[in-house]
């Protein structure tokens, strides 16, 4: 499976972005399809995921109300829309790929088993 962020790029605070994430290669029967970002002396943390088969959709805390994870079935490609972006949510936004369905898991902690080159947001004050 090849993953291919994009979209990436420098905005205001309280502006918005949106990334895409273009899946291609070997297909899965279900999987998850989620964000991660990586800031600047910062660990890796989870930004959100989407059950890809039914459409549901997990969100950090942080980003809850501002992101939001959408799919096109199509094009094989996730969209994380982000609003109201703030200076702390400057990033290297990477996205994953967890096969399996996990309808009664929460999608945070999974083992991805598949990640992308990561795009990077930076968000002026």
């Known amino acids: 499976v090849q993953l291919q962020a994009s979209g990436g790029g420098l905005v205001q605070a309280g502006g918005s972005l949106r990334l895409s994430c273009a899946a291609s290669?070997?297909?899965?029967?279900?999987?998850?399809m989620g964000w991660f970002r990586q800031g600047p002396g910062k660990e890796r943390e989870f930004v959100g995921a989407v059950r890809w088969n039914v459409g549901s959709t997990d969100y950090a805390d942080s980003v809850k109300g501002r992101f939001t994870i959408s799919r096109d079935n199509d094009k094989n490609t996730a969209y994380l829309q982000m609003n109201s972006l703030k200076p702390e949510d400057a990033a290297v936004y990477y996205c994953?790929?967890?096969?399996?369905?996990?309808?009664?898991?929460?999608?945070?902690?999974?083992?991805?088993?598949?990640w992308g080159q990561g795009t990077q947001v930076t968000v002026s004050s």
């Open positions: 994953a790929l967890k096969s399996g369905g996990y309808y009664y898991t929460s999608l945070r902690n999974l083992l991805y088993n598949y």
């Open positions: 290669g070997r297909t899965f029967r279900t999987y998850v």
